[in-house]
């Protein structure tokens, strides 16, 4: 038992005590007799717990679990976070990114392809489906849930083979019709495993783009819009090298964003279905009469996808790239205005309005966090991190196909889900934001020195000799005040005109904007016009 002393003593008590001893370790756990036995290494019971002290060799830390199986995967006990502690905010993608999704989508495409089958005068052994049969196969779909996934999963515990055991599952369900019974060895007629998956895949990306990226895209450059908006003649002190540089206003980031969300809108969803290696092989065998490359062709495209035509036993998965790409850019733009906001927010050019009953520290109570914005940044920079990979590795693929594609393409949801968490929090954050007007405006009154800039620029347009330099000389490194800038400016009456001395004397940093007023006015309509440029 001298192995003892690196088990965890689980009474509440001692448990984070560090004067725990071994002693009372000892007085505290007992052999187990029965089914631990096979690890060859002691196992003790300790309030409830069992401790396993084998890992303790390599680790130091010994392992801990419940007796019995592995607990019942919740909320609580999910190893992704996407599914535990975040679950509320993606839970709607689990219809389409879960193993019963996928096993779904697969089933989708198998009905359909067994009703184009039947609609092919050149396939004379599949006849035309009675109504009675029509409706069987749409109900099946319709209805289709986790019980008949499970029925799936079941049968592939035999197959070892996903798809093999859709087609499997499928046959069963026929049986029940005798008009499909007669039929059902035509399910996955001339079909290679990745016909049926690529299509799937497809079909994901097409429903949790359009139902799901794009409206949330949406909502988040409609608030940063209505944010630049009601910020608009609120000028601000502008940073350029993290330097106080020309005022400005908001709003870029609106019409940044409006680019990719449109650049991904774009990406055309492409799918094959075109047998083992692309040429219709099996097809053509069966029925060479048949111009399978049309036929097949426009199955695809009654999925509501396009057809790549020209393929290997994959879709090359190019198209994916363009999302996940197109994504990426849409992220880092948010991780941009994440982080210049968080910064804004820590100048105290915007206060956050505070909720009743949340903490901002454990131990400083006054402290109110941009939490949401490092939230969002956070899980962009995961969500990328997924997506690169993907990106990278999907349209690669050795000779005709490997397997590599297969596991990684199983993560498809997890970068989405990642970014639909962020754009989640960029909202929130957004939505606490109340803009400090007093503070843009102190922070621009003690930086006069920003108007170094249209007064060498008039005395330009007036000729007046070494203008960049001399105000150079005067502001580079100073602290200049409205007072000493004024001085300046009337120095000049000797060699510019009254009026242009007059103009620059009402000049001061909250007025000098140039015309971002106005370009924030036309941002709706340059947002609408983003569409027609790309």
Same mark, same amino acid.
């Given at each position: 038992?001298?192995?003892?002393?690196?088990? $965890?003593?689980?009474?509440?008590?001692?448990?984070?005590?560090?004067?725990?001893?071994?002693?009372?370790?000892?007085?505290?756990?007992?052999?187990?007799?029965?089914?631990?036995?096979?690890?060859?290494?002691?196992?003790?019971?300790?309030?409830?717990?069992?401790?396993?002290?084998?890992?303790?060799?390599?680790?130091?830390?010994?392992?801990?679990?419940?007796?019995?199986?592995?607990?019942?995967?919740?909320?609580?006990?999910?190893?992704?976070?996407?599914? %535990?502690?975040?679950?509320?905010?993606?839970?709607?993608?689990?219809? $389409?990114?879960?193993?019963?999704?996928?096993?779904?989508?697969?089933?989708?495409?198998?009905?359909?392809?067994?009703?184009?089958?039947?609609?092919?005068?050149?396939?004379?052994?599949?006849?035309?489906?009675?109504?009675?049969?029509?409706?069987?196969?749409?109900?099946?779909?319709?209805?289709?849930?986790?019980?008949?996934?499970?029925?799936?999963?079941? $049968?592939?515990?035999?197959?070892?083979?996903?798809?093999?055991?859709?087609?499997?599952?499928?046959?069963?369900?026929?049986?029940?019709?005798?008009?499909?019974?007669?039929?059902?060895?035509?399910?996955?007629?001339?079909? @290679?495993?990745?016909?049926?998956?690529?299509?799937?895949?497809?079909?994901?990306?097409?429903?949790?783009?359009?139902?799901?990226?794009?409206?949330?895209?949406?909502?988040?450059?409609?608030?940063?819009?209505?944010?630049?908006?009601?910020?608009?003649?609120?000028?601000?002190?502008?940073?350029?090298? %993290?330097?106080?540089?020309?005022? #400005?206003?908001?709003?870029?980031?609106?019409?940044?964003?409006?680019?990719?969300?449109?650049?991904?809108?774009?990406?055309?969803?492409?799918?094959?279905?075109?047998?083992?290696?692309?040429?219709?092989?099996?097809?053509?065998?069966?029925?060479?009469?048949?111009?399978?490359?049309?036929?097949?062709?426009?199955?695809?495209?009654?999925?509501?996808?396009?057809?790549?035509?020209?393929? @290997?036993?994959?879709?090359?998965?190019?198209?994916?790239?363009?999302?996940?790409?197109?994504?990426?850019?849409?992220?880092?733009?948010?991780?941009?205005?994440?982080?210049?906001?968080?910064?804004?927010?820590?100048?105290?050019?915007?206060?956050?309005?505070?909720?009743? %009953?949340?903490?901002?520290?454990?131990?400083?109570?006054?402290?109110?966090?941009?939490?949401?914005?490092?939230?969002?940044?956070?899980?962009?920079?995961?969500?990328?991190?997924?997506?690169?990979?993907?990106?990278?590795?999907?349209?690669?693929?050795?000779?005709?196909?490997?397997?590599?594609?297969?596991?990684?393409?199983?993560?498809?949801?997890?970068?989405?889900?990642?970014?639909?968490?962020?754009?989640?929090?960029?909202?929130?954050?957004?939505?606490?934001?109340?803009?400090?007007?007093?503070?843009?405006?102190?922070?621009?009154?003690?930086?006069?020195?920003?108007?170094?800039?249209?007064?060498?620029?008039?005395?330009?347009?007036?000729?007046?000799?070494?203008?960049?330099?001399?105000?150079?000389?005067?502001?580079?490194?100073?602290?200049? @005040?409205?007072?000493?800038?004024?001085?300046?400016?009337?120095?000049?009456?000797?060699?510019?005109?009254?009026?242009?001395?007059?103009?620059?004397?009402?000049? #001061?940093?909250?007025?000098?904007?140039?015309?971002?007023?106005?370009?924030?006015?036309?941002?709706?309509?340059?947002?609408?016009?983003?569409?027609?440029?790309?």
């Amino acid at each position: 038992f001298a192995m003892t002393s690196r088990v $965890i003593n689980a009474n509440p008590s001692t448990r984070f005590s560090p004067a725990l001893r071994l002693s009372s370790v000892r007085r505290s756990c007992r052999p187990v007799p029965s089914a631990r036995r096979e690890c060859s290494v002691p196992v003790f019971r300790t309030r409830g717990l069992v401790v396993k002290a084998a890992a303790s060799r390599e680790t130091g830390v010994p392992v801990v679990w419940r007796e019995g199986d592995a607990p019942e995967l919740t909320g609580l006990t999910a190893i992704s976070p996407l599914d %535990g502690r975040y679950g509320r905010v993606t839970k709607d993608l689990r219809a $389409i990114f879960s193993e019963y999704g996928l096993i779904r989508y697969r089933t989708l495409v198998e009905v359909r392809w067994l009703q184009t089958l039947a609609e092919l005068e050149g396939v004379p052994e599949v006849p035309s489906f009675s109504t009675e049969a029509t409706d069987f196969l749409d109900q099946l779909l319709d209805e289709f849930g986790t019980t008949d996934a499970q029925a799936v999963k079941d $049968i592939e515990k035999i197959t070892n083979h996903d798809v093999k055991a859709i087609e499997y599952a499928l046959k069963t369900k026929f049986k029940e019709l005798p008009e499909l019974a007669a039929v059902m060895e035509f399910t996955h007629f001339g079909c @290679t495993s990745e016909d049926i998956n690529n299509l799937s895949h497809a079909l994901q990306l097409q429903e949790a783009i359009c139902g799901h990226m794009l409206p949330m895209m949406d909502q988040v450059i409609e608030a940063i819009a209505v944010l630049a908006e009601q910020t608009a003649e609120v000028p601000l002190l502008a940073r350029t090298h %993290g330097q106080p540089a020309s005022p #400005t206003t908001m709003g870029i980031f609106a019409y940044r964003l409006k680019r990719q969300r449109e650049q991904l809108a774009a990406v055309p969803i492409l799918g094959k279905f075109a047998g083992a290696v692309g040429n219709y092989n099996a097809h053509i065998s069966a029925y060479p009469e048949v111009d399978w490359q049309t036929v097949n062709q426009e199955f695809v495209c009654s999925l509501g996808l396009k057809s790549n035509p020209y393929i @290997t036993q994959i879709e090359p998965h190019d198209y994916m790239a363009e999302v996940f790409q197109a994504v990426m850019r849409f992220n880092n733009i948010l991780i941009d205005f994440d982080r210049d906001i968080w910064a804004y927010v820590a100048m105290k050019y915007f206060k956050q309005r505070t909720v009743e %009953g949340e903490v901002g520290s454990s131990t400083m109570p006054h402290k109110v966090n941009p939490i949401d914005f490092e939230n969002s940044e956070g899980n962009l920079g995961v969500a990328n991190a997924l997506m690169d990979h993907l990106a990278n590795k999907l349209p690669i693929s050795r000779w005709q196909r490997d397997l590599t594609d297969s596991t990684v393409i199983r993560n498809l949801g997890s970068g989405f889900a990642q970014s639909v968490l962020a754009y989640t929090s960029t909202l929130k954050g957004i939505s606490k934001l109340m803009p400090d007007e007093a503070a843009m405006y102190a922070d621009l009154d003690t930086n006069w020195e920003v108007l170094a800039e249209p007064i060498q620029t008039v005395m330009r347009r007036y000729n007046v000799s070494e203008p960049y330099e001399k105000l150079k000389a005067f502001t580079r490194g100073q602290r200049v @005040t409205k007072e000493s800038m004024q001085n300046f400016v009337q120095g000049l009456a000797s060699e510019m005109p009254e009026e242009a001395i007059h103009e620059l004397m009402q000049l #001061t940093p909250m007025n000098y904007i140039g015309n971002a007023v106005q370009q924030t006015k036309n941002l709706r309509a340059a947002m609408d016009d983003v569409q027609k440029t790309l």
